[in-house]
């Protein structure tokens, strides 16, 4: 059993200390996931929050023996929809074409970051991110699954609510629409 699965099951349990020690565990790999999706860390930090308390209201739901992860993923991509569909509703857009990408919070293994001397060419970095933010939303989810969190297609479905086969399509066409985007940039001439 890993340390997220017995965790779990401590909090489960009623152990006020397990549940400090899952979010500490959790929470960078979460944090990371909501502001490569919104691209604002602010509302980030709000939608991480708000997942811990769904997380604790249906901790009651957790099927105990099994990997924490993927469940605690669903409930932070719902919570993401759920926030989408409402600023959508009220016709508010999360990010501009001039924004920047905010200061990720975690290393994209979870752990915690530290500013890297050897680290991605920074255009090269701006040149990705401002192509990812050109996909439509599906396929952006999928690339910042597979790619950025280096979730397996059937975990990344899972997540999302999808079929395996659904997922792996907006993966490669999300793929293919930004090799285009980043062609088009000159960045690969």
Known sequence: MDEATELMAQYCDG???AFRQLYGLIAPRLMGYMIRMCKDRALADDMLQLTFLKIHRARGAYVRGADPLPWMYAIAHRTFLDEMRKRK???VRLASDGDHMPEQSAH???KSSEVDDDGPDPELAK???AALDQL????REAVVLTKLNGKSIAEAAEIAGATPGAMKVRAHRGYAALRKALNAMGVFR
């Open 136 to 139: 439509p939303i599906k396929q």
């Open 108 to 110: 994209i293994s979870g």
């Open 127 to 129: 040149a990705a991110l």
């Open 15 to 17: 152990k006020a200390d």
């Open 89 to 91: 509703r009220a016709k």
